[in-house]
């Protein structure tokens, strides 16, 4: 401890700057009991969201053998979004973050319930697992607009930057190991096991808040008019360079880049013909090279400017997918699918870490939902697009055309955007 320390002239001069560096360093976030616990139950959480965007579309694919109806449950889920998220940021603006969170886990766990009962009792049709994923879809936007608005609030305001990258490693994290245990799940036990396990998942979160997180007072929000509180953070965005750029980047990523995801049981039956083990490790392959890049973006920490590793990331997302849409062989594709992972983090966490740093504290909540409602309708759109004109002509070529889109939105972004350098 430095105030224990002898007196000398050099611990005198070191105390100040190691003390600042232990608070403001890449890890210092994981020093805060609240973070740290939301973090890890938040970890298993959203792991189950992605095993449930898994199963789902599994189980579609074996009642109807339909790409298009792939894409159309993308849409079933997604959309939702349209309406929760921004309805999800004004009351995170608005209450209590931790609260708004709580009801909309609780809707989640109620809903991935019925889902478990439905599939258990054999009552699954198309029909009540499209209506079933538009309602899970709804809580779930709710549920990432408080949580990400949240993350800001049970960290200092100088942390705010590592705790948003440490925060890409849990979402990335639950992304290389949801997609794992579904793929396992599915093939041993099937759709029904996965269901309840995704209804069991949310527990730990709920738990965490109830017990533990106690966020930093905010000044009180009046209450007004939604529609207005909404139309009042879409004009901050679009007022901000940065802001409007950067909601641009993430909706093109996920229209051409994520959406192949919600078509990977496609390119499993159709193209690498594996099981649903081997679906899991598609998706996983993701996740585990987006934690590793994650990890590694927090040791670099500021050397690169965003406006760089955006572009850099965005070449390497569309070079990934050209690599899974030109080959049949099962490990060339989980190797296109990795270099998609490590290109996600390289586009994303530096878009979001901009985002937060440039949002006002009063607009958070909205303009994460803004973020947030961009990737997943932007993903829905891509879905649906995709599995239309793979039904017209190959997935494959649909996974191409999504790569080079990305490869020349990074080649616009450079020539016609000034270089993206409003992130900087």
């Known amino acids: 401890m430095a105030d224990l320390a002898p007196p000398s002239s050099a611990s005198a001069s070191a105390s100040p700057s190691a003390s600042a560096s232990a608070a403001t360093g890449p890890l210092a976030p994981l020093r805060e009991r609240q973070f740290v616990a939301c973090w890890s139950a938040g970890a298993i959480s959203a792991s189950a969201n992605w095993m449930l965007s898994l199963s789902v579309p599994v189980v579609v694919y074996q009642i109807t053998g339909s790409m298009t109806l792939l894409g159309t449950v993308a849409i079933a889920a997604n959309l939702p979004s349209l309406l929760g998220s921004p309805l999800g940021g004004v009351w995170a603006d608005r209450h209590s973050k931790r609260v708004v969170l709580l009801l909309a886990l609780g809707a989640q766990t109620l809903l991935t319930a019925l889902l478990y009962w439905t599939s258990r009792n054999g009552a699954v049709t198309v029909a009540n697992l499209l209506g079933l994923s538009a309602a899970i879809g709804f809580a779930s936007s709710v549920n990432l607009s408080a949580y990400q608005a949240l993350i800001a609030d049970i960290v200092p305001k100088r942390q705010i930057r590592p705790a948003y990258r440490l925060n890409a490693i849990q979402f990335n994290l639950s992304r290389a190991i949801g997609p794992a245990i579904a793929g396992v799940v599915l093939s041993q036990w099937g759709p029904t096991t996965a269901f309840l396990i995704n209804t069991l998942a949310h ?222």
């Not at 109830?210 to 004009?235: D, S």
């Not at 899991?280 to 050397?303: F, P």
């Not at 740093?357 to 759109?381: K, N």
Request: hydrophobic letters at 55%.
């Open 203 to 424: 527990i730990p979160l709920v738990s965490v808040l109830l017990l533990f997180v106690r966020p930093r007072a905010r000044k009180p929000h009046p209450a007004t008019n939604v529609l207005k509180e909404i139309a009042a953070g879409a004009h901050v965005a679009r007022e901000s360079p940065a802001l409007r750029m950067a909601l641009l980047i993430v909706s093109m990523s996920a229209a051409f880049g994520m959406s192949i995801q919600q078509l990977a049981t496609g390119l499993q039956k159709e193209v690498f013909r594996v099981d649903e083990a081997g679906l899991g490790m598609l998706v996983s392959s993701i996740g585990l090279a987006a934690v590793v890049t994650a990890i590694l973006s927090i040791w670099l920490g500021d050397r690169f400017r965003a406006s760089v590793t955006i572009r850099v990331g965005l070449v390497f997302y569309g070079l990934g997918l050209c690599i899974v849409a030109a080959t049949d062989i099962f490990a060339v594709g989980l190797a296109g699918f990795a270099v998609t992972g490590f290109a996600h983090v390289l586009v994303n966490v530096s878009v979001t870490t901009a985002l937060q740093i440039h949002v006002p504290d009063e607009f958070r909540g909205r303009v994460t939902s803004l973020q947030l409602m961009g990737i997943i309708l932007s993903m829905a759109f891509g879905a649906q697009l995709g599995g239309a004109l793979a039904e017209i002509s190959s997935l494959p070529t649909v996974v191409a055309l999504y790569g080079g889109v990305l490869v020349g939105f990074a080649a616009w972004g450079h020539w016609r955007m000034g270089g993206l350098r409003d992130l900087d």
